[in-house]
């Protein structure tokens, strides 16, 4: 396996907003194409986004989902993206970094270029959402200078996402991470309401969600398939009757004290991982 941390180099004052002494970076996970099984392998690419509130990116939707999903022989991108006071758009802009590097070493990474999926959960699957819907719109092509949907993802995973920029004191706090004093830009919060956003050019989704989440409520799930489904988008949607808000993998291996709560939500990952094969 080859395991490397890329830094993201972001020209803050060009997106207009500021950095901060922390830098953010890709953790690249790639298994080894083997003579004996298969030597010209390509495999799908997930690139993840952490939750955190746009405050921080979780270590529980980070490496312990990596080397599950390396487990089912893909590749894997975790993206430790800015958070606050870093300001919209430098977290579209480093996400759209990842896909593009995925695509640039496809041949040395074994990327199978029709399938890279942007994955993420709670603020990390509104960022991902988020992606999914914006990352043809112009501020992103010319800050990279693209022209052929270089950056485009073929899919999105979205784990007890946020979606309305609006709605609810969960939904606020993220945006005022997101958005610092441009919190009251009514034109910016319409963008990053993701259900408002979905376009033909949103790839298919794979979502799920907790009913009995109580910090990001399930609504945000529903109104974003309903968003798809109006548009035409193919989407797999799992409303799954018990569980808390940030499961993740749902096991020990990301609760400390785990004692099998919610452990019929574990499904989640292997019917996502279908679902990737499937695209």
Known sequence: MKYEILNIDIDYEKIGTKGTDY?????????????????????????????????????????????????????????????R???????????????????????EWNVDTEKIVVMGFSAGGHLAASYGNL?????VKEYFGLKGGENKPNGMILGYPVIMSEGNEISRGNMINL???????KELLKLLSCEKQVSEDTPPAFIWHTFEDAVVTVENSLVMASALKEKNINTELHIFPHGRHGLSLCNSSVYKEYDGFASEVQCWIDMAIRWITNL
């Open 135 to 139: 990352w043809n719109k112009d501020f």
């Open 85 to 107: 006071p870093v300001q919209f758009p430098a977290q579209i802009l480093e996400v759209a970094f990842a896909i593009l590097k995925a695509r640039e070493m496809a041949e």
């Open 179 to 185: 958005l610092g004093d441009k919190i009251n830009d």
């Open 23 to 83: 830098k953010p970076y890709l953790s690249v996970y790639i298994p080894d194409n083997s003579k004996e099984i298969d030597l010209n392998r390509k495999r799908p690419t997930v690139v993840i986004c952490p939750g955190g509130g746009y405050s921080m990116t979780s270590d529980r939707e980070a490496e312990p989902l990596a080397f599950k999903l390396l487990a089912a022989d893909l590749n894997v991108i975790v993206v430790r993206f800015d958070v």
